[in-house]
């Protein structure tokens, strides 16, 4: 109990250690850890999207089922179909980019050690 005291105030900390049997390390580049660390906005543009596509649309159904009679709402309903649809799509768009330029930057690290040479570690390990 005493030597866990000594070694605690004195700043080393005990360090207990499963071994694994082979362990892969993938090299990155800082732009490579800069596109990980951003993370991916895709969600967020994804949900934004399908909620602007939801209003042009519904819009749209109002406009093409009901009869208006005043410019001012008839013009109001318009603008809200068209920046409603265009927006989600301008936004499905960007979603689309975004959520294949994370997976490609993940792809081209893994791919610095094919996945043959895993398999063998795997295989020569467990023997």
């Known amino acids: ?74 013009t109001t309903f318009m603008i809200f179909t068209v920046v409603g649809i265009l927006a989600g799509i301008i936004l499905l768009a960007l979603w689309h980019r975004e959520r294949r330029s994370i997976s490609e930057v993940i792809k081209r690290i893994k791919d610095r050690i094919p996945s043959t040479e895993i398999m063998k570690e795997g295989n020569e390990s467990s023997v």
């Open 1 to 74: 109990m005493m030597d866990q005291t000594e070694n605690t105030s004195s700043g080393e900390i005990k360090i207990i250690r499963g071994k694994v049997d082979s362990l892969s390390v993938y090299e990155i580049t800082d732009n490579e850890l800069e596109v990980l660390e951003k993370g991916s906005p895709s969600s967020t543009y994804l949900i934004f999207s399908i909620f602007l596509l939801s209003v042009g649309f519904s819009f749209l159904v109002s406009l093409l089922t009901v009869k208006i009679e005043s410019i001012k709402i008839y």
